[in-house]
């Protein structure tokens, strides 16, 4: 293919080579013609990059000849010779958009560097400009051509790749019979709790001061119901002196220690500010906890002195999750938890992950297995389906494919390959294509249509709220996680239960404010915990956890990436190839788990 460009005086980009490799035979033609008619009229070498592709692809040959007919596409990537941007100008508003970030930072600094129009020159016909060194045409045709090499060979990688993924179904011999097969999924997603397509973050200081109202509002709430009593405005409690038994509820600002060693923690509501004195000794009793955070909600009920400026507490009240039985359903049906699988890293487990699947497909070594195969019916999935690209500094080495298209098809292939009757639920996370900063929305348009054809998909945002065949759950990818092991001595990575169980008690998914975890102040807050969940799906620290706490099922699945180089200096050693799944007729008292290819009950 490249070859038909440089015959007709065209060089390509990486970016446009691997977007004209996509397109249909009969579209890459038209482009050709529509090229060679515009060479008639300029017959200058063209750079093709991602710019000028759209261009030619989505403007007509009248619009490109009148706006482009003097243009020097090679003075354009060679900055220093002159150029003519009057014209650029004219298409830059409609196609900014478009526009890649290396193209637009060299369509600037040009601009720059153009002081005056230059005067016409005469075209001649099949002749290298005169200002134009043959040396650095022969330099460039010779890059590109590598260049072209090296996508070439990463293409029949992934080609090669893909092959592989769609022969997995086909590869199982052994036909089971899927008990679930028979019966409808089930699942309600709760949009009023799902951001997607309502964000309202500029960044302002507004937006922070809405943000944090809403918090403490809704929460504030749940207390109020938690204990069946209104709060106290922190602004009239100086009317209460002597009083022992005064209730206020605030948005932790701030939390010291006196000289004496007992705890001083500053509350806000929405009026103004209170202190409130957690004594030494009932902390070290346990009738007080040690692990207040900033920014999360909660009440306090204590004594009033005469100065009427402080409240000596005698409880704290959080929002907790109510008590109560572990929920299960009558349908005799199994869940299996995901999260992590980092497809496009050189540490994703790409033996193990396909031995899940052909697990889903029948491929099965005992009755237990197959009794467990037959009857799943939901996968639940909590974030990092790719490795992403730009994540962190130096990523493009652990990639073996550093293109983000490319390992999201790589994973809607394997999607391809379960059985059409198992229902997949995805909630993105901070490794996925879309904003970092949560609550994150479903992914966007661009990487939903790489799983066009694929019905049994239902998308989630981050955090994600369902109900699945009349259980609630919970998934949230655990990005805030690494700020709870900072804070509360009790939370433990080799634990993750002991973290999530943390996040249920406030109430709230990332309790403190600019920790490692971004967070966008939108008007609402979304990362409230706003019903008590069945199933609390988590993952990101890629170690498998399981626990109950007040009824709430936990599950932190592990992770289909080994040990990377980040985890071993961390001290953080993965449970990779090890996938959570649950009986959602036995949610509270039976744990199981597919180890690699065996399956343990514990």
């Known amino acids: 293919m490249i070859n038909d460009f440089l015959d007709i005086e065209v060089l390509l ?12 035979e009969n579209e890459r033609d038209n482009l050709i013609n529509k090229i060679k008619e515009f060479k008639d009229i300029n017959n200058k070498f063209i750079l093709l990059d991602a710019h000028f592709l759209d261009i030619f692809l989505n403007h007509s040959l009248d619009e490109i000849k ?40 060299q369509i600037l600094e040009i601009e720059s560097k153009s002081e005056s129009k230059p005067e016409p020159k005469k075209e001649i016909k099949h002749q290298m400009p005169a200002n134009i060194d043959e040396d650095k045409i022969e330099e460039i045709l010779k890059s590109q051509s590598e260049e ?72 504030k709430a749940m207390i109020e119901r938690k204990v ?64 207040i955070l900033l920014d999360e909600v909660v009440g306090f009920s204590g004594f009033i002195p005469d ?24 349908e005799k049906i199994y869940t299996a938890f995901l999260s ?19 697990f889903l497909n029948g491929n099965v070594n005992s009755g237990l297995e197959e009794k467990i195969a037959s009857r799943l019916k939901y996968i639940s999935i909590a974030g990092d389906l790719v490795d992403g690209v730009g994540i962190y500094p130096g990523q493009e080495y652990d990639l073996y494919d550093v293109d983000i298209i490319s390992q999201y098809k790589e994973i809607a292939t394997y999607f391809e390959q379960i059985p059409e009757h198992i229902h997949i639920i995805i909630s993105p996370g901070n490794h996925d294509a879309l904003r970092p900063a949560e609550p994150q929305p479903i992914f966007p348009e661009r990487i939903l249509k790489l799983f066009d054809g694929l019905d049994n998909i239902t998308f989630l945002s981050n955090p994600g709220f369902a109900n699945v065949h009349g259980l609630d759950f919970l998934l949230y990818h655990g990005r805030s996680f690494d700020d709870v092991i900072g804070q509360i001595s009790s939370a433990k990575y080799t634990d993750p239960t002991s973290i999530m169980k943390e996040l249920l008690k406030r109430r709230h998914l990332c309790p403190t404010y600019g920790g490692r975890c971004p967070i966008a102040p939108e008007h609402e807050d979304y990362l409230v915990i706003h019903n008590e969940p069945d199933i609390f799906h988590t993952g990101h620290i890629h170690i498998n956890g399981h626990g109950l706490y007040k009824g709430t099922v936990m599950v932190n699945s592990g992770t289909f990436q080994e040990q990377t180089d980040f985890q071993k200096k961390m001290g953080i050693h993965p449970t990779p190839a090890r996938i959570p799944i649950l009986d959602l007729s036995k949610t509270g008292n039976q744990y199981i788990e597919w180890n690699n290819g065996k399956i343990e009950v514990k």
């Open 13 to 24: 980009s990486p970016s446009s080579y691997n977007r004209i490799k996509k397109i249909s």
């Open 66 to 105: 009148k706006n482009y007919g003097d243009f020097d596409f090679l003075a354009y990537y060679s900055p220093d010779a002159n150029l003519e941007t009057d014209n650029l100008n004219k298409f830059k508003n409609n196609t900014e958009e478009e526009i890649d970030a290396s193209a637009k930072n």
């Open 148 to 219: 072209s090499e090296r996508l070439d060979i990463l293409e029949k990688e992934r080609e090669k790749r893909l092959t592989e993924i769609k022969s997995i179904r086909n590869s199982i011999n052994k036909r089971i019979n899927y008990i679930s097969k028979d019966i409808e999924a089930k699942i309600k997603v709760y949009d009023e709790w799902d951001i997607s397509g309502k964000s309202t973050c500029e960044g302002t200081i507004d937006d922070f001061v809405k943000y944090f109202r809403d918090r403490y509002i809704k929460i």
């Open 228 to 291: 069946s009593r209104k709060a106290y405005p922190l602004n009239k409690v100086y009317k209460l002196k002597k009083e022992s038994d005064v209730f206020v509820v605030g948005i932790v600002s701030d939390v010291s220690s006196t000289k004496k060693g007992h705890k001083r923690v500053e509350i806000e509501d929405e009026n103004t500010s209170f202190t409130v004195i957690m004594m030494k000794d009932k902390i070290a009793s346990g009738d007080l906890p040690d692990d």
């Open 307 to 330: 100065s009427g400026n402080v409240m000596f507490a005698n409880e704290c009240i959080r929002p907790d999750i109510t008590p109560k039985k572990p929920r299960s359903i009558d």
């Open 340 to 358: 992590d699988i980092h497809v496009g890293s050189y540490e994703f487990l790409e033996k193990s992950f396909r031995k899940f699947i052909e």
